[in-house]
């Protein structure tokens, strides 16, 4: 610090010094730590170990180095932070499930897809792969800027050559102040086609080059559900996500047993937590369709769901699975990066593809030039060797008696300075023949390669024909295209369709089994297994007798229409078991003490109701409409303050026979009768004093019939009964049943 510094104060709003401060912090974390340079794919962190594993000659060709010797000379040479996070760093570039093309080649215990972490640093050892390798080709051939590391000691590479597609291949994440990036790997031939596209086709949409790079390729498979328009939304601007599901398949047993098992889990899913969350979801009985989990997994994931029922169709229980687990997750896309003027903006896939290639014609013509500089040396110290051939004996003669051999041999043979040097350090057994063929040879060479540089340096064509050229051969290195057959380059995660809705019904939950309803006549209700109930042989509260039985199934679904007009859905497999008294109607459905039974019967589609009232108004309504989601019910015919809802009958046939208490019966055809999903109804009956007993609905063509003890009697004359809604009606005929009731 400066003498004139120390002891002065200055005054600084406080506001002021920390928004300075915050913003130094801020730019820090977003230039030097979050956000991955699109021209490379890298963070800082992870640039430096990639170069510091370059300066201690760890290719993927040489011996493995200690971790612990890596970290020390990364933190000690370019990287001042904590070991812990560079080890880290390291370790995640190291692992095939994290990374989709790892950087690093591990030795050792470099962690698990379970969320085991690495053995220490101490323990482990790597080297760089063939992959890191393509990154840093030509990084000794000034083909980037290097800058001083932090103490002035040592030169760090600005940004690597960048000869592999590492950003979309290997994707990026990371978190800095007030942004941040989220970047899903890819399939590296798939990038390289869809970059060799862009070139040719510099016009070329987000659709065409998905057509190339069709979306994701994550480390660890699955299968992409998203639909195409949404990617290329996403794709286009920069910001969006994946769906992304497990991949599983069915495993068939004995005896119609089946289970499934999965073999692939979405990207960033540790299976640990995976199979802790189902088995706490389980446990909370929120998972009704699965019975089981088992983790039977060695080098490869190998999950088995067991279902609770063979009845349940795997489908469906993958459906319940896929929305309460992580067995599909949605990783998100947001092109959050640094540009090539080391600007944070969110690109376009276009637009990242596009700054890489530029960055790639940068280094092509720096390695160019370079090249070309060193070819110029070469032929100059060749020209001179030439010189020496074709003047043998003078040299020979001036370096032996000159008293000043480097300036005569400049004078005599008009040599520049750098030749006469490379003439006077020339060996003896360079003199031989053979020696000036090699160097006619090297030069001639050397002067076409320097015509093909330069020609290449002078044609924005031909460098691009040569990039071109370079992602043909990453590719099939690193890809999928022939004759590349590696499992590096193999595609790991499916395209698959938007999947389509699976209804997970209640069905589905239960077992399907034989019961039948018992409902008593003061409300009591239960069920007993099976369809062969004796009526004579239940018991009841005293006072209380049968009402109904109503076999149906445990996976049925049953209708209560109430007095109070109300439609109540009962599901079959919920009503109380066993040879108690059961329990009340009004507990499982919400009625009041003055409401009472009209109808129970059993849900059935597509089938349609007559509702009435006690007098005499009603409508049609379908079964559909009957269902009701609460315990409180749905309201199906609104009634009047002294009115009461009387009945609820399926419909079977053309007309309607109705009687009121007063004993008049009325036949009219059914399509006077409006059809509504709620409401107050129409006259069916014009009662005084009277009110609604019974209706039926039947086939004209069949004739009316009802009961008489044990005998029925169908009347097929109707024509004194006939008539048109809301008429009063005649008596019925001669044997009709005094109780007013059909059956």
């Not at 640990?272 to 009985?285: P, V």
């Not at 690109?347 to 014609?361: F, G, I, K, M, N």
């Not at 071109?468 to 499916?494: M, V």
């Not at 039985?549 to 079959?572: H, I, K, Q, S, V």
């Amino acid at each position: 610090m400066p003498d004139d510094m120390i002891g002065k104060i200055e005054e600084t709003r406080l506001a002021d010094a920390l928004g300075e401060r915050y913003l130094a912090y801020a730019l820090s974390t977003i230039m030097s730590r979050s956000l991955p340079d699109v021209r490379d794919g890298l963070k800082p962190v992870h640039r430096r170990l990639v170069y510091a594993m370059h300066q201690l000659r760890l290719d993927p060709t040489t011996g493995f180095k200690k971790c612990a010797r890596i970290v020390g000379d990364v933190m000690g040479k370019y990287h001042p932070h904590g070991d812990a996070s560079i080890y880290d760093a390291m370790v995640r570039l190291a692992q095939d499930f994290a990374a989709r093309y790892p950087l690093v080649d591990g030795q050792g215990n470099f962690g698990n897809i379970d969320g085991d972490n690495a053995a220490a640093m101490r323990y482990t050892e790597a080297r760089l792969t063939e992959v890191a390798k393509s990154l840093l080709a030509g990084i000794d051939d000034d083909a980037v800027d290097f800058r001083p590391t932090y103490d002035g000691e040592e030169s760090e590479p600005v940004v690597l050559p960048g000869g592999f597609p590492n950003l979309l291949a290997n994707g990026a994440a990371g978190i800095a102040v007030g942004m941040a990036t989220s970047i899903p790997p890819h399939n590296a031939g798939e990038v390289c086609a869809a970059a060799i596209h862009l070139i040719r086709n510099p016009d070329a949409t987000t659709a065409d080059l998905l057509d190339h790079m069709p979306g994701p390729d994550f480390p660890t498979g699955g299968i992409l559900i998203e639909e195409r328009a949404s990617m290329i939304q996403a794709y286009e601007t920069g910001r969006g996500g994946f769906r992304l599901r497990a991949k599983w398949a069915v495993e068939r047993g004995k005896n119609g047993t089946w289970s499934i098992v999965v073999t692939e889990i979405p990207y960033q899913v540790q299976k640990s937590r995976l199979i802790e969350q189902i088995a706490q979801l389980l446990e909370d009985k929120k998972l009704p369709l699965l019975g089981d989990i088992r983790d039977e997994s060695a080098e490869t994931v190998r999950l088995v769901l067991e279902p609770k029922t063979r009845i349940v169709e795997p489908d469906m229980l993958m459906a319940t699975l896929f929305r309460a687990t992580a067995l599909e997750s949605r990783f998100p896309l947001n092109m959050n990066v640094l540009t090539a003027e080391r600007t944070p903006r969110v690109l376009s896939l276009r637009e990242v593809l596009r700054q890489w290639l530029d960055h790639r014609q940068i280094v092509l013509v720096r390695r160019s030039n370079h090249r070309l500089a060193a070819i110029e040396r070469r032929l100059e110290l060749l020209d001179g060797f030439l010189a020496v051939y074709l003047n043998l004996d003078e040299v020979i003669r001036i370096i032996r008696y000159e008293d000043e051999p480097k300036a005569e041999l400049i004078r005599a043979f008009t040599l520049t300075d750098a030749q006469a040097d490379a003439i006077l350090n020339m060996r003896l057994r360079s003199l031989r023949k053979l020696e000036e063929l090699e160097i006619r040879k090297e030069h001639k060479t050397l002067s076409r390669e320097r015509k093909d540089l330069q020609t290449l340096l002078a044609s924005t064509r031909l460098q691009w024909d040569r990039i071109a050229t370079e992602l043909d051969e990453t590719r099939t290195k690193f890809g999928t295209s022939p004759p590349a057959s590696s499992p590096l380059g193999t595609r790991r995660t499916e395209l698959g369709d938007a999947p389509a809705d699976i209804e997970v019904s209640t069905e589905a939950y239960v077992e399907r089994e034989a019961i039948t309803v018992i409902l008593s006549e003061k409300g009591w209700i239960r069920a007993v297994k099976g369809h062969n109930v004796d009526p004579e042989t239940q018991k009841f509260k005293e006072g209380d007798a049968l009402r109904l039985l109503l076999p149906c199934e445990t996976t049925d679904r049953l209708c209560l229409f109430a007095t109070n007009g109300r439609a109540y859905t009962l599901r079959a497999n919920d009503l109380p078991r066993g040879r108690g008294d059961g329990q009340p109607i009004r507990l499982l459905a919400e009625m009041t003490n003055e409401d009472d039974i009209a109808a129970l019967f059993l849900w059935r589609d597509t089938i349609r109701y007559l509702v009435a009232s006690n007098t005499g108004r009603g409508f049609i309504v379908k079964s559909e409409d009957l269902i009701a989601e609460k315990r409180t019910g749905k309201t199906i015919l609104n009634l009047k303050p002294t009115e009461t809802a009387r009945l609820c009958l399926p419909i079977d046939g053309d007309h309607l026979a109705i009687i009121g208490d007063n004993r008049k019966l009325l036949v009219f055809p059914l399509d006077q009768i409006p059809e509504l999903s709620r409401g107050t109804g129409v006259q069916l009956q014009k009662y005084k004093d009277a009110s609604l007993a019974d209706a039926k609905t039947f086939r004209a063509a069949e004739g009316l019939t009802w009961r008489l003890g044990e005998k029925t009697r169908t009347e097929t004359d109707l024509r004194l009964w006939r008539g048109d809604r809301a008429q009063t009606g005649r008596l019925p005929p001669n044997g009709f049943p005094k109780s007013g009731k059909f059956t």
